[in-house]
């Protein structure tokens, strides 16, 4: 017997508890790594307008999935339309009246919401960290697609949405060489440079570059990625080796 997961409903039940345990907040991280990076990007409004207080400083952190790669680039908006059916996105509380209108139109796409949350919280700070060929998105989008994407692609396929993301002033990216998945809930987030997992480079450490990010205090890290400069906008062809990096993405931040 098929069993239908009730995921949105979960989420605000447990939102909605959360906001009446928690009526002052000093800080907020609103994380996720993963699908769980998915999904804070999707709730970010949903999340940060519910929980946030006066005077809360926040931070929002992406693990490891780019959402807006979700998708191929190409016949890109049928395949959304289908997934989004299937998964009942339009019905979802966390969307806007104007989103569940473009969802119901298939004009909606995996980014926006992401994108329209940085507009709305313009004093957030918007994170992502992510692997330049991560072996789990790989094997996502391959099965997306229904064949093998390979690392090359799907890396300038990221590389475009992280560098739509980062025309935001509060959005920054961490770009390491190599096909980690997950850093949040592993040793390598204390061990990561630009140059790999395990480290490695002169590249500032992915949790020094974390740490100055949570705090309101201290500067806006810059975007973090080593390599060669590509812009991906100018390659018809996905770049190889996968080690470069969008000029966009690799400068320092404001």
Known sequence: EMVQLRGALNAEAVLQWTAAQFPVLD?????GYSAGS????FWADRVISTLRRRGTEVMHFADSFVAGA???????????????ETWGTCKAKALSEEFKLACKAGTLLPED???DAMRQHRDVRFVMVNSKVDWQQVRYNSAIIRMQMAPEVFYKQASVFLKKYALEPNFRSYLVDGDHHIYARSE???TATPKGADGGGTG???IDWLFNASKCSHSVPGNVCEGRPIDVAHAAAAPTPPDYCDPALSGEGA
């Open 27 to 31: 800080r907020l991280i609103v994380g």
């Open 38 to 41: 998915v999904g804070v990007q």
């Open 70 to 84: 979700l998708f191929p680039l190409v016949g890109r908006e049928y395949v959304i339309q289908a997934v989004f």
């Open 113 to 115: 919401q992401y994108i």
């Open 188 to 190: 390598q987030v204390f």
């Open 204 to 206: 500032p450490k992915l």
